[in-house]
């Protein structure tokens, strides 16, 4: 049988601990984009869930520390593109810190929707939508995302998602 005690004080986990046992949460790996008079930004993102479908509506968690914060707080409007499995490389593209935001839009084919934020082509999914809500909690943002746009490209079922598990990537075969 595992040892489950903790080695600190109970009811308050440990970062470290934190951290490893969200690891074993997968997340689906998203890129949020933004464009407007802040300017175009985008990054690598896992925390985003929906929270109903009437409105449709979603929630992104974004770090405030993060340099594009004020991208997305300044346009207040956002899009999640959903990632395939073969996009994996845009996944790193778009949390390299040594790369600005022209670069990375330079590599991958985008297209603006409803509100302007750029949907990037081949995601399985691009949710566009105006950020409606924001609560900051710890050192994150919450950006409540009420939907403007849903564009599912006709193979994306056909297509393998890309998930996040374990401090790795996976393919998820679509469905029998």
Same mark, same amino acid.
């Given at each position: 049988?595992?040892?489950?005690?903790?080695a600190?004080a109970?009811? /308050?986990?440990s970062?470290?601990?934190?951290? %490893? #046992?969200?690891?074993?949460?997968? #997340?689906?790996v998203t890129?949020?984009? %933004?464009?407007?008079? =802040?300017?175009?930004?985008?990054?690598?993102?896992?925390? /985003?869930?929906s929270?109903?479908? =009437?409105?449709?509506? /979603?929630? @992104?968690?974004?770090?405030?520390?993060?340099?594009? &914060?004020?991208?997305?707080?300044?346009?207040? @409007?956002?899009? @999640?593109?959903?990632?395939?499995?073969?996009?994996?490389?845009?996944? =790193?593209?778009?949390?390299?810190?040594?790369?600005?935001?022209?670069?990375?839009?330079?590599?991958? =084919?985008?297209?603006?929707?409803?509100?302007?934020?750029?949907?990037?082509?081949?995601?399985?999914?691009?949710?566009?939508g105006?950020?409606v809500?924001? &609560?900051?909690?710890? %050192? &994150?943002?919450?950006?409540?995302v009420?939907?403007?746009? /849903?564009?599912?490209?006709?193979?994306?079922?056909?297509?393998?998602?890309?998930?996040?598990?374990?401090?790795?990537? &996976?393919?998820?075969?679509?469905?029998?």
């Amino acid at each position: 049988m595992t040892d489950l005690r903790l080695a600190h004080a109970p009811g /308050v986990p440990s970062t470290a601990d934190f951290r %490893t #046992g969200l690891s074993l949460l997968p #997340g689906g790996v998203t890129i949020i984009t %933004t464009d407007g008079p =802040a300017g175009r930004a985008g990054f690598t993102a896992s925390a /985003v869930c929906s929270v109903t479908d =009437a409105p449709p509506t /979603v929630l @992104v968690c974004m770090n405030r520390s993060s340099f594009a &914060h004020q991208f997305f707080t300044g346009n207040r @409007v956002l899009c @999640v593109n959903v990632l395939a499995a073969a996009q994996q490389p845009l996944s =790193a593209l778009f949390s390299n810190r040594d790369m600005t935001m022209a670069q990375r839009f330079e590599q991958c =084919a985008w297209q603006p929707l409803a509100t302007g934020a750029p949907a990037i082509e081949g995601a399985l999914v691009n949710l566009d939508g105006e950020i409606v809500a924001t &609560h900051d909690v710890g %050192t &994150h943002s919450v950006f409540i995302v009420e939907l403007r746009r /849903v564009h599912v490209p006709e193979d994306a079922v056909q297509q393998a998602g890309l998930a996040y598990f374990n401090r790795g990537y &996976h393919a998820l075969a679509a469905a029998a």
